[in-house]
């Protein structure tokens, strides 16, 4: 794995399912920690709030490539929406992703999506768990790939 030291993620977590985001959180961090990424994590209360938490970081200049007082080069977002009994699941799901999909291809920001979008609790603990295998911690390593990516194309690398 390249060493990402002077690389900052912000980690925005929504924490509707306290046990859950604990797993996913617990398996980006060790996957930025095993990078030598650094990190700073936001909580929001739900998977939709994640995108506007990363759009007020943008608009403050926090985020990404190329503003001037970027603090972080990209972002993790991680959450879990269980499907229930009203169409309430398709709402939070699509819109959420819809959401991230906009900042991170709109506004240039290297983006892991870490949103579970799953059937029931088990599912959601079944993605979550396992550290460095779970879904938390595949979304830190999709961010820390695109940030490769993103450096190699403004050629800093």
């Not at 900052?8 to 046990?19: G, S």
């Not at 398996?27 to 990078?35: K, N, P, R, S, V």
């Not at 999909?101 to 892991?112: E, K, T, Y």
């Amino acid at each position: 794995m390249a060493d990402f030291g002077d690389i900052r993620i912000l980690i925005v977590e929504a924490r509707f399912y306290e046990k859950i985001a604990d797993e996913l959180l617990q398996g980006a961090i060790a996957e930025l920690d095993a990078a030598g990424a650094g990190h700073e994590v936001i909580s929001v209360p739900g998977a939709l709030e994640i995108p506007p938490a990363l759009a007020l970081a943008n608009d403050a200049g926090l985020l990404p490539f190329g503003t001037p007082r970027f603090r972080f080069h990209g972002a993790v977002a991680l959450g879990c929406v269980i499907r229930g009994e009203t169409t309430h699941y398709e709402t939070v799901s699509d819109l959420s992703c819809r959401g991230l999909m906009d900042l991170a291809v709109g506004r240039h920001i290297p983006l892991g999506n870490g949103i579970l979008t799953v059937e029931n609790k088990d599912q959601a603990h079944a993605r979550s768990r396992g550290g460095r295998d779970s879904k938390g911690a595949g979304a830190a390593r999709a961010c820390l790939d695109l940030i490769a990516h993103a450096q190699h194309f403004h050629g800093s690398d």
